[in-house]
């Protein structure tokens, strides 16, 4: 039941694939709303569905487009008593998702805005990156003219927190021959698919991450996480060479060992196999 005496809205979080990511409290959120706001409504039907939830008329089109005069309508259906959520096609609304503008209006209006916090692709690559997350900065898309990367990565020059930013996969290969060229010993993880069937996190530094993803066919969402400048090695050498002794002397077979300490301290996957090379012949 909505409470009818106090409008809010409520910005929601769905998920980045994996459909279990939906939290119990957004779904009934999605379930109870006097309305959801949504970027695509064709795409949201799915998750409704999907959850065996019925729109039923509640479904209303929020984008960049038009995000504005929705505000007005929001507003209008709050200052009614309703609750009014807010969804993005995945992930968190308003975090490079229309949603900013809407939320300073109805905060301007003096009304309620709170959230039902879960999946950003953001907090989730860096979660696995395994770089610094001390301090970062989200860069949204990397821009597509040449001149304007240029600026970009000469600002990255000077950037000692970690960055992270959004990339197609048509334009992943050649971000990275770039950033090669800047920043090749920097570590680096490409996240790709989080969450779903195809999810794979490359990781090493810039020059053996471009050579990885050279001449490979490159599908799916993808978030990028960079080292700043002078960044710490993550982990020591001796830790991840204990790791690896541990693993070796389990049973583990050369590769399955680095495999492991690579993805456990992030350290690349050849440097994990060399080490774990070498240990080996001592053991
Ligand atoms: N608001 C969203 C959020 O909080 O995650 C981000 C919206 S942004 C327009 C979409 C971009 O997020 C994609 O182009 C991709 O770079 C990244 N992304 C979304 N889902 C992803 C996933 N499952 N794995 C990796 N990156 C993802």
């Given at each position: 039941m909505t409470d009818k005496t106090l409008g809010q809205l409520v910005i929601v979080a769905t998920p980045l694939g994996n459909l279990?990511?939906?939290?119990p409290r957004a779904l009934q959120l999605l379930a109870s709303a006097d309305a959801v706001f949504c970027e695509d409504t064709r795409h949201s039907r799915t998750l409704f569905s999907a959850n065996n939830i019925s729109p039923s008329g509640r479904l209303f089109a929020l984008h960049e487009h038009n995000e504005a005069e929705q505000s007005g309508e929001v507003i209008a259906r709050i200052a009614r008593g309703e609750t009014v959520v807010l969804i993005s096609d995945?992930?968190?609304?308003?975090?490079?998702?229309?949603g900013t503008r809407v939320v300073a209006a109805v905060a301007a209006a003096g009304q309620v805005v709170t959230t039902a916090p879960g999946p950003s692709a953001v907090i989730a690559a860096l979660s696995v990156?395994?770089?610094?997350?001390?301090r970062f900065v989200m860069e949204g898309f990397v821009p597509r003219k040449a001149g304007e990367r240029l600026a970009r990565y000469e600002e990255w020059a000077k950037e000692h927190r970690t960055i992270v930013f959004y990339e197609s996969p048509q334009r992943l290969q050649a971000t990275l021959t770039e950033l090669a060229q800047h920043f090749a010993n920097r570590q680096v993880c490409v996240a790709r698919e989080l969450t779903k069937l195809h999810e794979e996190l490359i990781r090493g530094s810039v020059a053996e991450v471009a050579a990885i993803v050279a001449g490979r066919e490159i599908l799916g969402e993808i978030v990028v996480v960079l080292a700043g400048a002078g960044a710490a090695p993550p982990v020591d050498d001796e830790v991840v060479e204990a790791c690896l002794r541990d693993r070796l002397n389990s049973g583990d077979s050369t590769k399955d060992a680095a495999t492991y300490a690579a993805g456990l301290y992030g350290v690349s996957q050849r440097v994990a196999y060399e080490l774990a090379l070498a240990i080996r012949n001592t053991l």
């Open positions: 279990g990511d939906l939290s995945a992930g968190t609304p308003g975090i490079s998702d229309p990156a395994g770089i610094d997350t001390e």
